[in-house]
């Protein structure tokens, strides 16, 4: 069997995933996004020069395959603005983009009933992306999404683009009291990209299958994180697809033997953009340092991130829901110069401690204590360092006792935002 890796946020997302998917792309053959939509927001540094990609898989700038599987929602508008920046910098990307029939779209109504709802929310909002992630997710479930496919016979997109957007608009008009949108307008648009993304489409199950029959290694790029999952995370303030690692499966077409590491991403310290319980959040100066060192911004949105310690509690349930086989450490550099660094092992919840992460609602979650086990900072800095033994001893420590928390070795460091700054301590494809 290949080496296929499914690389997963273990946290709630912006977890460095993009940078990591980067730099071990250069030993694979392939690259999958297979969940999510243009709500994720992955970085890539690169002598210098940062990339934002919202689509098109973190592994673009290697000479490799890049699909977008079934299980992705997709904005075309979003994908041609970021092919156009791509070859603005001189990447191809003909012969190496590869688009799944299936995917369903995403159209302007879904973007305005996701904000249409987030205003009705008030207080109870989600602090969505805004990107029409979940009405199209929705409509995927209740059977009435458009694929991609079913744009290349334009009589028969514009009946169903007219069914589809005649209800959004009565939910917009009626329920939501928002403006209607113009069919023909989206009808226009949308047929205008279809010889454009025509060349892409395929049966990319097929096309994986043919790249696993080869015995060559693909990597699976997982979005979002799997705090955010629709059915693990802290729901309802969850996205609104499985970000957990099988869905590498259902949203490929691949079966579950198809599989071979599952590596689990962790900040060395926690974020989360949008409400929802965040249970070792700080707001003091150390969530402050974490904020301001990790220019912690969100990607896609540019909103703030919230900042806290890393919730080991968390991430042992990430472990189980992913079945993670090892661990990549990111962002190590943004602890240098705390004086002390605070790792949760348990929660108090009323006092009743727990030591896994309890299955309570996300209103009872708020109420949960994290406690905590102290570590000494260190002062040196660690930034850009990529060898082991030149860490300070403290980070050294630090880092061994998150791998005997968790259980898990953590076979890859990252000390800095550019693909060059890691510490590689276990190569996964051999
Ligand atoms: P993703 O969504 O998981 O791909 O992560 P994002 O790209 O949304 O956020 C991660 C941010 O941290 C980006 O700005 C990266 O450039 C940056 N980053 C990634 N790894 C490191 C690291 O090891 N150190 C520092 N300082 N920044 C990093
Ligand atoms: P990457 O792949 C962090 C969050 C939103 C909101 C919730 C639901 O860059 O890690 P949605 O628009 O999906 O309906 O929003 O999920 N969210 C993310 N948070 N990183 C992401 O992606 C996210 N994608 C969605 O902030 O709380
Ligand atoms: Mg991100």
Known sequence: MANSIIVIGAQWG????????????RQSTAVVRFQGGHNA????????????????PSGIFNDVDCVIANGVVLHLPTLF????????KGVSIDH????STLC???????IALDNAKEKTLGSKAIGTTGRGIGPAYEDKVARRAIHLSDMFDAERFLEQLNRLMEFHNF???????AKPLDVLAVGDEWLSYADKVKPYVKDTALFLDSINNSNASILFEGAQGTMLDIDHGTYP???SSNTVAGAASTGTGLGPRDFKHVLGIIKAY???VGSGPFPTETQDESGEHLGRVGVEFGATTGRPRRCGWLDAVAVKKSIINNSISHFCLTKLDVLDGLEKISIAVEYDYNGKIFTSFPSISSDELKRCKPIYREFKGWEQPTSGIRNFRDLPIEAQDYIHAIESILSKKIVLISTGPDRKDNIILEDLFT
Request: glycine share 6%.
């Open 237 to 239: 303030y969850v996205t």
């Open 14 to 25: 912006d977890e460095g995933k993009g940078k990591i998917i980067d730099l071990l792309t």
């Open 81 to 88: 603005d970021e092919i156009t920046l791509l070859q603005k």
């Open 41 to 56: 927001g992955h970085t890539l540094v690169i002598e210098g020069d940062e990339t934002i990609l919202h689509l098109i």
């Open 96 to 99: 190496k983009l590869h688009i």
């Open 171 to 177: 939910l917009l008009v009626n329920y939501y009291n």
């Open 270 to 272: 926690t974020t989360r």
């Open 104 to 110: 369903p779209l995403i159209f302007p109504s879904h």
